[in-house]
């Protein structure tokens, strides 16, 4: 096993249009850590892709990494391109999407009002490394401009809807681009499962993905995906759908005698088959925490009325 610095030469940058570029890394990666840690067995592990929205000299960047050095590179490779003026939307809080944000300090860094809250009530551990455990984020850079629902953004004329959404994380943000009909979908999507990071929120999140796949977009570009999906243009609503019955069975069988030993393929063997998400291994470890979250809330509780769904 090799141990050093995140892989920066590891990033793939993914050209989705003349004017939207994904950067993506993970899956393939060198070791920062022996012992377990966030970055390593989290992004890493499971693959990580940022955003850029381009338009002439300027850059709307959509989350800034898991270290940064990686997001160093990102933006030596705009600049390089000719990219003068950035601007930083945040998806959520979670540390493997804001450990960059210092390599933009000296540009504005926008978040919806309860990342900020969140991040700057958590700053004093993220920056010792005590919040998630280790590597530590220091200094962590705070956004400076914040929204409560939604802010219209444009990168010269080209119109960004960013909307707050309460799907994997209460503090959500998404970015939708009209012109393009894409949703830049940050990690209300994951591709093979959703992490279940609040699990007193799934009912939520369910009804929240079912008023999401309304909106008049035909691609969706999460930042944990397939990087061949990614590659190939993004994914379709299906994958709206799969989710939304990823989290409706968890919920449904949590009281099943034999809930905390299924296997992820059968909470998903219909969507795998028709290509909806894709099976990659360490999403099992994903899946068992989650067995482990939704067994331990519902164990005392009814389970709550879902909208229908194949058991």
């Excluded at 840690?37 to 381009?54: F, T």
Aim: glycine share 6%; proline share 4%; charged share 25%.
């Amino acid at each position: 096993m090799q141990i050093g610095t995140p892989n920066i030469d590891t990033i793939k940058v993914i050209e989705i249009n003349d004017h939207v570029l994904a950067f993506y890394t993970g899956r393939n990666w060198t070791r920062i850590r022996e012992e377990l840690n966030w970055i390593d067995d989290g992004a890493m592990k499971l693959g990580i892709a940022g955003y850029a929205i381009l338009k002439n000299n300027k850059a709307v960047i959509y989350d800034t990494f898991a270290d940064i050095r990686q997001a160093k590179w990102v933006r030596n490779h705009l600049e390089n391109m000719g990219i003068e003026q950035f601007t930083v939307v945040l998806s959520h809080w979670h540390l493997d999407h804001i450990a960059g944000n210092e390599i933009y300090k000296d540009c504005n860094i926008i978040s919806n009002t309860l990342t900020y809250e969140i991040l700057f009530k958590h700053k004093n551990d993220i920056e010792k490394g005590s919040l998630e455990g280790p590597p530590e984020i220091k200094p962590l850079t705070l956004p400076d401009i914040t929204f409560k629902k939604e802010l219209n953004l444009y990168v010269d004329g080209l119109l960004l809807e960013i909307r707050k959404i309460n799907v994997h994380s209460e503090d959500g943000t998404i970015i939708y681009i009209p012109d393009d009909k894409i949703l830049i979908a940050g990690d209300t999507l994951e591709d093979t499962i959703t992490y279940m990071d609040e699990v007193e929120n799934l009912v939520e999140h369910i009804k929240n993905l079912m008023l999401l796949k309304q909106l008049p977009f035909s691609t969706i570009l999460p930042n944990h995906g397939d990087p061949d999906i990614i590659e190939g243009g993004g994914y379709d609503k299906t994958f709206i759908d799969a989710t939304i019955n990823y989290l409706s069975r968890m919920v449904k069988r949590a009281h099943n005698e034999d809930f905390l030993k299924s296997s992820m393929r059968s909470y998903l063997q219909k969507e795998l088959e028709l290509g909806w998400v894709h099976y990659y291994e360490p999403y099992e470890e994903v899946h068992s925490a989650n067995l482990i979250k939704v067994y331990d809330y519902y164990k005392n509780r009814s389970l709550p009325s879902l909208p229908g769904v194949e058991m």
